[in-house]
């Protein structure tokens, strides 16, 4: 039985997980949790929306049952579209200015 070796270097062995960390630029991650924050505060905006507009509506028949569609329905419009109304845009910029 033959093991293969050729993924092991001793550099990489002999680093600490440290080391892995001291040329990690900060700032990229956070703009990107920035953005992610941005969109879920959007898909959560867009999901009261849906909430509301919809409360009333039989689309999904009358009962109990129904408001369960209707709250996975309205979620998963609101994830599918957060990002897309511009609203996560402004978020950003205004908080990404803010930041500096």
């Given at each position: 039985m033959d093991i293969n070796t050729n993924y092991l270097d001793i550099n990489t062995i002999k680093k600490s997980p440290a080391d892995?960390?001291?040329?990690?630029?900060?700032?990229k991650?956070?703009?990107?949790?920035?953005?992610?924050v941005s969109n879920d505060f959007e898909a959560f905006f867009?999901?009261?929306l849906l909430d509301?507009?919809?409360?009333?509506?039989?689309?999904?028949?009358?009962?109990?049952?129904?408001?369960?569609?209707?709250g996975m329905y309205t979620d998963t419009i609101?994830?599918?579209?957060?990002g897309t109304?511009?609203?996560?845009?402004?978020?950003?910029n205004f908080l990404s200015e803010r930041k500096k």
């Open positions: 892995n960390y001291k040329n990690l630029d900060s700032s991650l956070e703009d990107d949790s920035l953005r992610k867009m999901k009261q509301i507009s919809l409360k009333d509506s039989t689309f999904a028949g009358q009962g109990s049952g129904s408001d369960i569609i209707k609101s994830r599918q579209s957060a109304l511009g609203i996560s845009d402004m978020l950003y």
